[in-house]
Each structure stands twice: as structure tokens, then as C-alpha cells.
């Protein structure tokens, strides 16, 4: 069983700044990719960034420049620096973890509202 912990979510005026937290524990075998996702209301879920083990990372177009990932392997834990916040960056921001056996786990979500 894995569990993956989300925090650092809240109400942020436009132009502001956010640190989400996940850390993972329980039963991982070894983790590859770790990221962030975000659901807004009435649409699709979509991938915000992503990190591997070696530090490669990926983001979404509409992020870059903005959003920074980072993780520390030895607390399983992954990291997202949302600075220049828009009103459309608000969501529900999901975290995922990927194991080498490609088992895909997520966190229970936390909201992000960022008011213009």
C-alpha cells in the first residue's frame, strides 16, 4: 500500500506564489516519475510537470516558465513552486508516482484557487 500526502494547496491572489508538498510512503518499490496533475471544474484532468529519478523533468506549455518541479529522493517527496499564479491555474492539483513496476498512485488532491 502507498500513500501519497499533499499539502501547501490554498486561496492565492493573481501574481502570487504557492509551494505544493506530496511525499510518498508505505510499501514503494522503487519510485521513477513523480508529478503534479491539475482537474478544474468541468474539465479533463492534464499534466502539470513531471520528474523522473534522474531529474528529468517535463512540463505543461501553458507552465513553463512559471512552475518549477523538484524532488528529494531520499524523503520521497516532490515539490511544486507555482510563482506568477492566473485565475486559470485553479484546480484540484493531484499528485502521482509511477514505480518501476509502472504502478501509477495518486494523492487525494488539493485545491488551488487563485483569485483575480
Known amino acids: 500500500q502507498v500513500q501519497l500526502v499533499e499539502s501547501g494547496g490554498g486561496l492565492v491572489q493573481a501574481g502570487g506564489s504557492l509551494r505544493l508538498s506530496c511525499t510518498a510512503s508505505?510499501?514503494?518499490?522503487?519510485?521513477?516519475?513523480m508529478g503534479w496533475y491539475r482537474q478544474a471544474p468541468g474539465k479533463q484532468r492534464e499534466l502539470v510537470a513531471v520528474i523522473t529519478s534522474g531529474g528529468r523533468t517535463n512540463y505543461a506549455d501553458s507552465v513553463k516558465g512559471r512552475f518549477t518541479i523538484s524532488r528529494d529522493n531520499a524523503k520521497n517527496t516532490v515539490y511544486l513552486q507555482m510563482n506568477s499564479l492566473k485565475p486559470e491555474d485553479t484546480a484540484v492539483y493531484y499528485c502521482n508516482l509511477v514505480d518501476s513496476g509502472s504502478l501509477s498512485y495518486w494523492g487525494q488532491g488539493t485545491q488551488v484557487t487563485v483569485s483575480s
Open positions: 508505505g510499501s514503494i518499490f522503487r519510485i521513477t516519475t
